[in-house]
């Protein structure tokens, strides 16, 4: 069975940082690519950050600069690192696996809070 267990959310002022984990269990971590996105009360989903198997990276232009997503194989592990956060960073995060690039992302955390305010 597989599962991605988020961690780190929480409540950060503007200007501060926070830095998201996510750990994987029940597959082959090495071999998947990993993705975050966040939901905002009342919006979408978005793409946050996305890194390749191989530690390939992009990230959305909204926080290009301020955000960081890196992984560690060995831990089963990929990471957000939140610098410079603002109020519209607020939203729940997800991590997701997928295997192949050309299809959807195959696996999906539950979910952390994180909330940006003074």
């Known amino acids: 069975q597989v599962q991605l267990v988020e961690s780190g959310g929480g409540l950060v002022q503007p200007g501060g940082s926070l830095r998201l984990s996510c750990t994987a269990s029940g597959l082959i971590f090495s071999n998947y690519h990993m993705g975050w996105f966040r939901q905002a009360p009342g919006k979408e989903r978005e793409f946050v950050a996305f890194?390749?198997?191989?530690?390939?990276?992009s990230h959305a232009d909204s926080v290009k600069g301020r955000f960081t997503i890196s992984r560690d194989n060995a831990k089963n592990t990929v990471y957000l690192q939140m610098n410079s956060v603002k109020p519209e960073d607020t939203a729940v995060y997800y991590c997701a696996a997928r295997y192949s690039l050309r299809t959807v992302y195959d696996y999906w955390g539950q979910g952390t809070q994180v909330s940006v305010s003074s």
């Open positions: 890194i390749s198997w191989g530690g390939s990276t």
